[in-house]
């Protein structure tokens, strides 16, 4: 994860003015306007994927805030979500933790994030919808989805120019009965097969993994699109199977 590296060992030349910039400061403990600490600069590829991990964390510590308070079980679902869900190591943890601290603390709102996010990858509608998946596994792992959390994941849907159709696809596919295989595919459940293969030859193209990677994707959510994979592929078995039964 080379872009961490530079970034923690003082490369502030990536910062992106505003709410995200101002808590990759706040976490390192140091005002981004001291420029003249830098020793390297981010760029391109690395400066998306840091981009994105500072995203999910600013924006993942407003959800668990939405109540007005962070509970520890919020923070022990958090960490557990970055162990297991993300598979971050454990330098991507430590940063990760105080990313969320400095973004919990921070008085910029839940919007302000998802709305620099979406201005960041505007023209990348995979990253924007990735992105959300992530807030949507977050805001299920302690195995409910509370009227706070479905508000601001509904906001992110429109900030990040994402339909409640499409919204209510990425819940879909969390949840546990056979037509979250249809929402995983992005289709009604019960479509006729041969939408149900277009839907599934255009996303095992999207979400491959190696083409998410390209995209700018940090290293640890390529995990998050190898399980996106995956699960495109059973799904599509699972449903081609009941078809042919």
């Not at 709102?109 to 023209?123: C, I, K, S, V, Y």
């Not at 299920?140 to 509370?146: I, R, V, Y």
């Amino acid at each position: 994860m080379g872009w961490m590296h530079s970034l923690l060992g003082g490369a502030l030349g990536f910062a992106i003015a505003g709410p995200l910039g101002a808590v990759v400061g706040a976490a390192l403990g140091h005002g981004l306007g001291q420029r003249g600490a830098a020793t390297a600069q981010l760029e391109g590829q690395e400066r998306a994927q840091a981009a994105f991990f500072v995203s999910t964390f600013s924006m993942l510590a407003k959800m668990a805030r939405a109540d007005g308070h962070v509970s520890q079980e919020e923070i022990a679902v958090a960490q557990r979500f970055m162990r297991h869900e993300l598979g971050l190591d454990a330098e991507a943890e430590r940063f990760a933790v105080r990313v969320f601290r400095a973004a919990k603390d921070a008085p910029t709102p839940f919007e302000e994030f998802a709305a620099q996010f979406a201005d960041l990858f505007r023209g990348e509608v995979e990253m924007r919808e990735a992105m959300l998946d992530v807030l949507v596994r977050m805001a299920l792992a302690d195995g409910s989805l509370h009227d706070d959390e479905r508000h601001l994941l509904e906001r992110a849907a429109g900030i990040f120019d994402l339909s409640l159709d499409r919204f209510e696809h990425v819940l879909g596919r969390r949840h546990a009965n056979f037509d979250r295989h249809y929402h995983t595919l992005g289709v009604e459940p019960g479509a006729p097969m041969e939408e149900v293969k277009r839907a599934y030859r255009r996303l095992v193209t999207e979400v491959h993994p190696d083409k998410v990677m390209a995209r700018g994707m940090p290293e640890e959510f390529v995990k998050v699109a190898q399980e996106r994979f995956h699960e495109v592929q059973n799904a599509y078995e699972a449903i081609r199977q009941r078809a042919a039964a």
